[in-house]
């Protein structure tokens, strides 16, 4: 999908009404669980939670004028993405998820690198995500960041 939104609410609002539904409830489960100092944006075109510039003024290796990138969300044509780089950066951590995703799903893991994709709106497993979101603070996701992407 493509959503040119200069905001959260504005993507949002610019989804169909079961789209919207997931989306809200989604944004809210990430912002009562994700530690502070994470910000809620517009990155990449989806809902994305970042490491403001302020916090980590390097910001993003690809892109430096960018803040550093961390969970995002989206409505995509077939499907609700969910990417999570922690996953990506922290074996253990997918490890972890894909062990509590049957727990949690009536759905099979559908899941990429980094991207877990949610094909049926009603079976988005929003206490796995409220765990999930909880699970690195900022201070780890730099530090994980910096050891495994980051070019010295």
């Known amino acids: 999908m493509s959503n040119q939104a200069l905001t959260p609410d504005e993507y949002e609002n610019q989804l169909a009404d079961d789209r919207k ?29 970042v490491v403001p510039k302020s916090i980590y003024p390097a910001g993003y290796h690809c892109k430096t004028d960018e803040p550093l990138p961390f969970l995002s969300i989206a409505s995509q044509k077939n499907f609700i993405a969910l990417y999570h780089m922690g996953m990506y950066a922290d ?22 690198k980094s991207c877990v994709r949610f094909k049926k709106m009603d079976d988005i497993p929003f206490s796995l995500i409220a765990e999930l979101a909880q699970k ?16 010295s």
Request: net charge positive.
């Open 21 to 49: 539904v997931a989306i809200a409830h989604l944004r809210q489960t990430i912002i009562q669980n994700i530690p502070p100092g994470f910000e809620e944006t517009i990155s990449y075109g989806m809902i994305g939670y």
């Open 91 to 112: 074996e253990k951590l997918l490890q972890w998820f894909q062990n509590e995703y049957p727990k949690h799903a009536k759905s099979k893991l559908d899941m990429g």
């Open 136 to 151: 690195i603070t900022v201070a780890d996701w730099i530090s994980r960041y910096e050891s495994m992407f980051k070019k």
